[in-house]
């Protein structure tokens, strides 16, 4: 069965930095890319941006670029999210889900298998 | 990137009733890349439809997917108990971008 596990749920101060992991199994990692996903509390769904299990390839979306990065250990088949300067409205649950396609490796498509979910807080 | 509005914020419904939900992209959306999930508390999304009208794996067949261009909708034929949950639309076809969800109510 193909699952994406989660790290657990973080505290932080604002300022300070978070890095979440998701750990695949099921599948060929380097086959798929994973997207992360945020959800602020009572609110939708926020695209973050992107990495390829294939070539470590990146696309994050405008407002988080210089405050994201993402990486990935393929001898673990791990995806990890680390986002940096975090602010009280960085709350939130991060997802991380990946491409529907096989050997996809672009930015963009449906996420058809998603984590179980980090959540995030960010308090003084 | 494509802005995507759904509509309405609320539907209110019964077991066994029609659910019409709406996404209405602010551009034509390339090779209808547009997907449907289901949010139920607590939980992480859920795939239901793809590339406008391709049922995910695992999909019941009262859901469908219709539409093309701008204008895209989700049709739940007879709800079920477990239907009742906050509905989102997805576009792929230009970076990436989410509706702001629907929510399916017991009436």
């Known amino acids: 069965q193909v699952h994406l596990v989660q790290s657990g749920a973080e505290v932080r101060r604002p300022g300070a930095s978070v890095k979440v992991s998701c750990k695949a199994s099921g599948y060929t990692f380097s086959s798929y890319g994973i997207f992360w996903v945020r959800q602020a509390p009572g609110q939708g769904l926020e695209w973050m941006g992107w990495i390829s299990g294939y070539n470590g390839d990146t696309n994050y979306a405008h407002k988080f670029r210089g405050r994201v990065t993402m990486t990935t250990d393929t001898s673990t088949s791990t995806a990890f999210m680390e986002l940096r300067s975090l602010r009280s409205d960085d709350t939130a649950v991060y997802y991380c889900?990946?491409?529907?396609?096989?050997?996809?490796?672009?930015?963009?498509?449906?996420?058809?298998?998603w984590g179980q979910g980090t959540m995030v807080t960010v308090s003084s | 990137e494509s802005v995507l509005t759904q509509s309405p914020g609320t539907l209110s419904l019964s077991p066994g009733e029609r659910a019409t939900l709406s996404c209405r992209a602010s551009?034509?959306?390339?090779?209808?890349?547009l997907a449907w999930y289901q949010q139920k508390p607590g939980q992480a999304p859920n795939l239901l439809i793809y590339?406008?009208?391709s049922r995910a794996t695992g999909t019941p067949d009262r859901f469908s997917g219709s539409g093309s261009g701008t204008d895209f909708t989700l049709t739940i034929s007879r709800l079920e108990p477990e239907d009742f949950a906050v509905y989102y639309c997805?576009?792929?076809?230009?970076?990436?971008?989410f509706g702001g969800g629907t929510k399916v109510e017991i009436k």
């Open positions: 889900a990946r491409a529907k396609r096989v050997q996809w490796l672009v930015p963009r498509d449906a996420f058809d298998i």
């Open positions: 997805q576009q792929y076809g230009s970076s990436l971008t």
């Open positions: 590339a406008a009208s």
């Open positions: 551009q034509s959306l390339s090779s209808n890349y």
